[in-house]
């Protein structure tokens, strides 16, 4: 089964840090996504990564950014945490091509 | 514009009693509709990907079906372990994924 782990269920930080969300997954998955997910919007995805050290920007990347380093390590990085920023957190990652991706529990972060 | 409408928003249903949840999509280029389940405090959980009109799948009370326009979730005598809320993401250009808004399902006892 594949395994997608995220090293933190729930999260609270303060305005102004930098906060760091941490996804690992153990099926040498080429591609990995981050995305939020907010009551009546949906999945809505903020930065993907085809490959190593390679990173696109998804639909709202404005203040978060992504660092790859491992192939099978995705971090998210709020620069400067702001309360809009208070949402739920999800990682997924896949095969490359048109192959299902798979998701991880996710991590509910509060700003404050 | 890519896009995915999932109905109804909430569906409640006693136990045994068959429905179909839908989604309508606009994409230019299908490259793969995937239904997925999320269960509270969770993330989603894969089904089915189907990839042409006319395909169906099937997983025990599920079944999944898919035309130009819209796919169905068929769910047949759902039992109360069924509740959740479904998921129907299209993947359109640059790989990306668009998801619907979801359908949150009861099934009571």
């Known amino acids: 089964d594949v395994k997608v782990t995220q090293s933190s269920r729930y999260l609270v930080k303060r305005t102004g840090e930098k906060v760091f969300l941490e996804c690992v997954q153990d099926?040498?998955?080429?591609?990995m996504f981050w995305y939020r997910q907010d009551p009546g919007l949906g999945l809505r995805l903020i930065y993907f990564s085809y490959d190593v050290k390679m990173k696109e920007k998804g639909d709202i990347p404005e203040g978060y950014s992504v660092s790859r380093e491992k192939k099978e390590r995705f971090s998210l990085i709020l620069e400067s945490a702001s309360t809009n920023q208070t949402s739920m957190y999800l990682c997924?990652?896949?095969?490359?091509?048109?192959?299902?991706?798979?998701f991880g529990d996710g991590t509910r972060l509060s700003i404050l | 514009e890519d896009q995915v409408t999932q109905s109804p928003e909430a569906l409640r249903l006693q136990e045994g009693e068959s429905s179909s949840l839908n989604c309508s999509y606009t994409?230019?280029?299908?490259?793969?509709l995937f239904w997925y389940r999320q269960d509270p405090g969770k993330g989603p959980e894969f089904l089915f990907t189907l990839y042409s009109a006319g395909e169906e799948k099937e997983k025990e009370r599920l079944k999944a079906t898919l035309t130009k326009k819209e796919s169905f979730l068929h769910i047949t005598a759902p039992k109360p372990e069924d509740s959740a809320t479904y998921l129907c993401a299209v993947r359109g250009g640059y790989n990306k994924l668009i998801f619907g808004a979801g359908t949150r399902l009861a099934v009571h006892p």
């Open positions: 994409v230019s280029g299908l490259r793969g």
């Open positions: 997924a990652s896949s095969f490359k091509g048109d192959q299902p991706q798979h």
């Open positions: 099926m040498d998955h080429e591609n």
